[in-house]
């Protein structure tokens, strides 16, 4: 496989992204969309080895820095903005890989934004939603005086359910089959099943584990094993049809 | 639904596309990322220049470690941004095992970093022969910093932002930290997620990097007031700032870090000059 850098053109600045072509011909597209804040490579390298791991079954990957945030520094679009810098960003993608189903890995804070894009896209093939945080967003200016949540933070148990991010979920579920990842003892893991169960979609609960933060490496790989394979799933599901 | 594979003349556009895009250029800022080789890795770099050059001075700044390097990105995406909005120029760079470069982390050694320094610094001096590159760094990246600027000869200045002159230690204190913040029920071998070095013990103490520091040409250190002091020589002038080290450093003071780093550059320039 490999790694290419690019600087997306928005209209709120330069979005830093990584596609990562796999050495094979592509046969799928791939978004992957980390929480809020979020960083594209992730704790320890999570997202930038997950994209590894899908190239390696034949899938282009795209993970960008969220505007205003490491390599996105220089488009800072308000948060009015940032969804539309965001589609921008995703479009620059699919322009570009228009031909080729697309699967979306969402995590966190992310993805109701992960849900939002399969929903909109012409040929959705699948949504991998890790540890979805289905409560409202907090607001920008309260992220950057709080700084970043340390790794192995933990939201409040029972959020109150953002009806954007469901509303997203919904819209995505109408159009591709969604996997939902949760820890056992992920504390939104109720939430998150009664959710899935809703929306009729599938749920792997990992046992004895958080997902959330990803604070160690363990749970670090299980989550990169786990996409790897709901993604090979869903290619000889696509392949299959 | 269509079961298809990109043809070799899209993937070929694709290829050309990603080229083009790896750089972009506005507010008078032209921007540069792309990887650079160093000890058989793969490494990530990024660059910020002005598009109209008003002072020489250009610092590639050396990251810290694991989750520092992640988590202090805003000091580094504003000095970078400050310096080429300024006239000048930085680069920021993922050692080996982080971000987007290849590498094992732990595996990775004092002189690993060092070299990736000086490949870092290479790479900015080939794409941006115009500026005057020097090293900076944050917390262990100063040490990086210090010990790269020795090893490239006598005389070089340097910038560090809240510098960690004591890698061994940096390394004790991460693990301890880690432990606190998961009440001892962290993996071994590993701080805040990421992978600590396999052999903490042979990465240099105070007094190598002290030395190394000596045979330098001075700088500036940017620090918090109440972080405890690290060891500098006299060639070093301190801009402390209100404000004490902590791992989750609020923005602002990122922030502030980065502005304050920025404006020293212009003195140090000026003091060269």
């Known amino acids: ?241 | 639904m269509r079961f298809v594979t990109s043809r070799p003349d899209r993937v070929d556009e694709r290829l050309r596309e990603y080229d083009r895009a790896s750089r972009w250029s506005g507010r008078g800022i032209d921007r540069d990322v792309f990887f650079f080789s160093s000890t058989g890795e793969r490494l990530y770099g990024s660059l910020f220049a002005a598009s109209k050059l008003r002072g020489p001075l250009a610092f590639v700044l050396v990251p810290s470690w694991g989750l520092e390097s992640r988590s202090l990105d805003v000091t580094a995406h504003t000095f970078a941004t400050r310096m080429a909005r300024g006239g000048r120029a930085a680069m920021l760079f993922h050692p080996p095992g982080h971000g987007d470069s290849t590498g094992d982390a732990a595996a990775t050694s004092m002189e690993d970093l060092v070299m990736a320094a000086t490949d870092a610094l290479d790479a900015a001096r080939q794409r941006r022969p115009q500026f005057r590159w020097e090293l900076g760094g944050i917390r262990l990246g100063a040490s990086i910093a210090g010990q790269a600027a020795a090893n490239g000869g006598r005389g070089r200045p340097l910038l560090f932002i809240e510098p960690a002159l004591a890698p061994a230690a940096f390394f004790e204190e991460l693990e301890r930290a880690s432990r606190r913040a998961g009440l001892g029920r962290r993996a071994d071998g590993e701080a805040f997620g990421y992978p600590l070095p396999m052999h903490p013990e042979r990465w240099p103490g105070a007094e190598e990097i002290a030395g190394a520091l000596a045979s330098s040409g001075g700088g500036v250190v940017v620090r918090l007031r109440g972080s405890p002091p690290e060891p500098v020589p006299e060639t070093f002038a301190i801009r402390a700032l209100p404000g004490s080290w902590q791992r989750r450093l609020p923005w602002h003071s990122q922030r502030a870090l980065a502005r304050s780093a920025a404006i020293a550059v212009r003195d140090l320039e000026r003091s060269l000059s």
Not at chain 1, 98 to 107: F, I, N, R, S
Not at chain 1, 120 to 137: K, N, T
Not at chain 1, 167 to 179: F, K, M, T, V
Not at chain 1, 226 to 241: M, S, T
């Open chain 1, 1 to 241: 496989m490999s790694d290419h850098p690019v600087l997306v053109p928005t209209q709120a600045g330069p979005l830093g992204a990584i596609v990562t072509e796999p050495e094979m011909a592509a046969v799928a597209a791939c978004l992957i969309v980390p929480g809020v804040g979020g960083h594209r490579t992730g704790v320890n390298q999570l997202w930038t080895r997950t994209a590894w791991a899908l190239a390696e079954n034949g899938v282009v990957v795209f993970r960008m820095d969220w505007p205003g945030f490491a390599e996105s520094s220089l488009a800072m679009p308000g948060q009015a903005k940032r969804k539309r810098a965001i589609a921008e960003g995703v479009a620059w993608f699919r322009a570009r890989t228009a031909e080729l189903p697309l699967l979306v890995v969402g995590a966190c804070a992310g993805v109701g934004a992960a849900a939002s894009m399969a929903a909109r896209d012409r040929e959705p093939a699948g949504v991998c939603a890790i540890e979805p945080y289905l409560g409202p967003l907090p607001r920008r200016s309260r992220l950057r005086l709080r700084g970043i949540r340390p790794v192995g933070g933990r939201p409040a148990r029972r959020q109150p359910l953002d009806p954007r991010t469901v509303e997203d979920l919904s819209r995505a579920a109408g159009r591709a089959p969604i996997h939902v990842l949760v820890g056992e003892r992920d504390r939104s893991r109720q939430d998150v099943v009664d959710i899935a169960q809703r929306l009729g979609a599938t749920v792997e609960i990992v046992p004895s584990v958080a997902l959330h933060g990803h604070a160690t490496t363990a749970v670090q790989a299980i989550t990169i094993e786990r996409v790897a394979r709901w993604g090979r799933e869903i290619l000889a599901e696509v392949a299959g049809r």
